[in-house]
């Protein structure tokens, strides 16, 4: 079955630094999802992306989906207390599924 | 709006017990998931519904996990008996699952899930 892998398992930044965290699909993706989730907490959608080599900004957040559209990344600019949580990844688990793979996540540590 | 209702927040059984957790979609929400998350992974699903109909159930160990969705709104999944590795995090999830010429966006709308705890 479709697989969804993360890098990092695990980040720890000191705040101010920026971060990345990077996603890669065994099969192409129709569109690649990000959520956080924060301690305690549940994933919350974050963005959605759809086309091919497509980049979306969110204030200091920036998201890419790759050209062959089998890979994606998350890049935090200025990392704040706040963004502290996982950061998942997740892709329809077939052909136009409506079932998501998530990934296994990149928990993110800020050091004030 | 309303978000994704779960309960309880926690619950700590011993093994061979049995459990059930509610969930309460967003309303107009067809689309319902279970998931399971252990600790340090990303959700699992475990089973998904249409309205009142199963779509998925292929990961739902069948052998003790249960779940029904009756009226097409609320569900409970049930675990008879629990066994110690069944210790998570279930989360309910809801889609309003836009179809026609609207991109389905598939975007999912998570509860705060249960913490079971199996002893």
């Known amino acids: 079955g479709q697989q969804v892998m993360q890098i990092p398992q695990y980040q720890h930044v000191q705040e101010g630094e920026d971060f990345t965290t990077y996603c890669n699909s065994s099969t192409t993706l129709s569109n690649i999802q990000w959520y956080k989730q924060r301690p305690g907490g549940h994933p919350v959608f974050l963005i959605q992306l759809v086309k091919s080599g497509e980049v979306k900004k969110q204030k200091r957040l920036t998201f890419q989906f790759g050209e062959a559209k089998k890979n994606s990344s998350l890049h935090i600019t200025a990392t704040q207390t706040t963004d502290v949580g996982t950061y998942f990844c997740a892709g329809p688990s077939g052909a136009g599924s409506y079932q998501l793979t998530f990934g296994k996540g990149t928990k993110l540590s800020v050091i004030p | ?119």
Do not use: M
């Open chain 2, 1 to 119: 709006e309303a978000g994704v209702a779960q309960s309880p927040r926690y619950k700590i059984i011993e093994k061979r017990q049995s459990v059930a957790f509610w969930c309460n979609p967003i309303s107009g929400h067809a689309t319902l998931y279970w998931y399971q998350q252990i600790l340090g992974q990303g959700p699992k699903l475990l089973i998904q519904f249409q309205n009142n109909g199963v779509v998925d159930d292929s990961q739902l160990p069948k052998d003790r996990f249960s779940a029904e969705r009756l009226k097409g709104v609320d569900s409970t999944l049930k675990i008879q008996p629990a066994k110690l590795e069944d210790s998570a995090v279930y989360l309910c999830a809801s889609s309003p699952r836009l179809s026609g010429s609207v991109e389905p966006k598939n975007i999912q709308y998570f509860g705060a899930g249960t913490r079971l705890s199996v002893l």
